[in-house]
């Protein structure tokens, strides 16, 4: 059963801070992995979805890094603001299919 | 383009009420819809995938006769919480699939069941 965690749990730094969330998984027979934000009560906005081809996208400020064999991927968030403040989470495609697992979620908070 | 959207955005209703969650896929078909459950600061699970004109497919632990799916058409699918507790009460989040198989998100419903 795949199991995808994510570390750290929450996260608090002060604006204009590079930071790195990590996401790693157990089965690694994934076709790709992707990033999404989500604003308190609210719904989910795909950040980036990296392909198991590729071993990083970028947007922005954002990227995401892929390592299949090791099971790893980060999203590196440049010059953080307190817009980026919200819950990130990855997720993979479970059981060959698109079902998706996701990651138990890293909460940002960006302080000025 | 590719808005999904969820009805209601909140709801309330006594303990052993149904209640019904609407999907809609708003600019685009699908003809695959699923549904996910997240308590309070926890991550999504997903209960089922709904799949259009056919029996919705319940992950392991999902009781089927109480979150009743209907897919009756490629732009809506609908979950109702039957006879409904307090340990229903949660936000429940649905995704529609593109063709390109590319899943968009609605806003999510929170349910309190007194």
Redesign the interface.
């Known amino acids: 059963k795949q199991e995808v965690t994510q570390i750290p749990a929450a996260l608090s730094v002060p604006e204009g801070e590079n930071l790195v969330l990590n996401c790693s998984f157990t089965d690694s027979a994934i076709y790709n992995l992707q990033w ?1 934000r989500q604003d308190p ?6 950040l980036l979805l990296i392909q198991s081809s590729q071993r990083e996208q970028t947007s922005g400020r954002l990227n995401a890094s892929l390592d299949k064999s090791s099971g790893r991927s980060t999203l590196y968030i440049a010059a953080s603001q307190p817009g980026d403040s919200a819950t990130y ?1 990855c997720a993979v495609p479970t059981g060959g299919g ?8 890293t ?1 940002l908070k960006v302080e000025l | 383009g590719a808005v999904v959207s969820q009805h209601p955005s909140r709801v309330i209703c006594k303990s052993g009420t149904s209640v019904k969650i609407e999907c809609r896929s708003l600019d685009f078909q699908a003809t695959t819809m699923f549904w996910y459950r997240q308590f309070p600061k926890q991550s999504l699970m997903l209960m089922a995938t709904s799949n259009e004109g056919s029996k919705a497919t319940y992950e392991q632990g999902v009781e089927k006769d109480k979150f009743l799916i209907n897919h009756a058409s490629l732009t809506l699918s609908t979950l109702t919480v039957t006879s409904a507790h307090p340990e229903d009460s949660s936000f429940y989040i649905c995704s529609a699939m593109t063709d390109q198989e590319t899943q968009y998100f609605g806003p999510g419903t929170r349910l309190l069941v007194l």
Do not use: D, E
């Open positions: 999404f009560g609210k719904g989910l906005t795909s989470l698109n079902k998706l697992t996701f990651g138990t979620g909460q």
